[in-house]
């Protein structure tokens, strides 16, 4: 094995001294635990390696809760995991789609293996990296149905796989590819295996929709507001009739929306007293028009992802907003607005405006006593400043939290 750091941490010694070893509350905690390590004549190599990934299980509690403390991370290994709520989510698709055995091509660290193997799934999961392999073997131990193989996909003979789930190496070490030919396995080659079983391909949710092959379903998913994947699903787990789909994740539960294409935006009409942005995976799939049509909302612009109505709704899909006063956009009517309104707690968010919002709030004069959201957009063409009240119980948590959103390429400001 290449990487020293992991030769250190897999060995009987350094497994159950990581077992027994507190993790540290504090940086105080931090040097007290590495001075009685060593002091106990650990080498420190070892403890090296303990401190880690008590380091990386603390962070890793994140993605995936509970089973964390019994895990092995790289540092790497971890931002590019699946969280497991969206894994489980995965592993649903397969198994109600009736599979049974699946192959993981490009299993990292094993998270989505872990998630397939805990519906029951019997799962092989393939990793090229030798280092990341053993950790996946490690990960994946306590399932019976799962089987870790180190080695390259492409190398092995699938003809018996009933479905495949392929997550495309997007990078080597500090090295990004941006060319889905660079991608280990290829765009290409991944294509191909998607046509002959059924697939599930996670890719990133910004790539180039003209890459999308036709007959496949294109689900983008987020979870906490925050977009996380494109997943491309072929064969018996792609749903009749569905070409996008749009999967949102948040504490209290998922909620979906589907569609058999792109659907057209709504018409541009007034703005109304209240305001609605919605998820960024109804933005990605292009279901902002669906979404709008379902509660007889209208665009407040045509390259802009706000939608209005004159009533309230509250939907998962959105974050709603009503709308107290509006003034049209300048430094000075902004300062106006916020110094009438009597506010200790401010949200910042901005779409179509080339505006810092993070600048913005140090000339703002916030000494009152209220919270609301100031929305910087565009209305019908002109820049214009809302000051709003979030409608749910979402308001307490994001107020005096600035937000920027670019244009995602997809024709609205995302």
């Known amino acids: 094995m290449d990487n020293p750091e ?3 941490l897999l060995t009987p010694e350094a497994l159950r001294l990581l077992d027994e070893t507190p993790t540290p509350a504090t940086n105080d905690d931090v040097l007290a635990t590495i001075n009685r390590l060593r002091k106990a004549s650990h080498p420190i190599e070892r403890v090296h390696a303990v401190m880690n990934q008590l380091s990386l299980r603390a962070k890793a509690r994140d993605k995936f809760g509970d089973f964390a403390p019994r895990m092995l991370f790289t540092k790497e290994g971890l931002e590019q995991a699946t969280r497991l709520d969206v894994a489980s989510h995965h592993a649903g698709r397969f198994r109600a789609a009736g599979i049974t055995s699946i192959i993981d091509a490009g299993c990292g660290i094993g998270a989505d293996s872990l998630a397939f193997a805990g519906l029951g799934i ?4 393939i990793e090229r990296d030798t280092a990341t392999a053993a950790l996946a073997t490690y990960n994946l131990a306590p399932f019976a149905e799962a089987t870790v ?27 990004r590819f941006h060319n889905p030919e660079d991608w280990s396995p290829s765009l290409d080659w991944v294509f191909e295996m998607a046509t002959q079983r059924p697939t599930g391909i996670k890719l990133a949710p910004g790539m180039d929709r003209d890459l999308i092959p036709e007959r496949v379903e294109a689900q983008w998913v987020s979870r906490q507001g925050t977009v996380v994947e494109m997943v491309l699903w072929s064969g018996v787990v792609k749903r009749e009739g569905v070409t996008r789909s749009a999967l949102v994740i948040s504490h209290s539960g998922s909620a979906e929306m589907v569609a058999s294409a792109d659907s057209p935006d709504a018409e541009v009409g007034d703005l109304h007293e209240y305001l609605y942005e919605p998820d960024g995976a109804i933005i990605r799939a292009r279901l902002i028009g669906d979404l709008a049509r379902s509660f007889d909302a209208t665009m407040i612009d045509a390259s802009i992802a706000y939608v209005s109505s004159a009533t309230a709704h509250q939907s998962p899909l959105m974050q709603g907003f009503q709308v107290i006063e509006q003034v049209p956009y ?6 106006a607005l916020i110094a009438g309104a009597n506010l200790s707690s401010l949200e910042i968010k901005k779409r179509g405006i080339d505006i810092d919002p993070a600048e913005l709030r140090k000339t703002l004069p916030l000494s009152g006593s209220g919270a609301a959201t100031l929305i910087l957009t565009r209305v019908k063409g002109h820049k214009t400043a809302l000051l709003t009240k979030r409608l749910g119980s979402v308001a307490e948590d994001v107020a005096g939290a600035d937000e920027e959103r670019e244009d995602n390429g997809q024709g609205h400001e995302n």
Do not use: Y
Not at 156 to 164: E, M, R, V
Not at 330 to 335: A, G, I, T, W
């Open 122 to 125: 019997q799962v092989t999961a």
């Open 330 to 335: 300048s430094p000075k009517n902004v300062k």
């Open 6 to 8: 992991l030769a250190a």
């Open 149 to 175: 193989i180190n080695g390259d996909v492409r190398e092995l003979d699938l003809s018996g796989a009933q479905a495949l789930w392929i997550d495309p190496a997007r990078r080597e070490g500090a090295t």
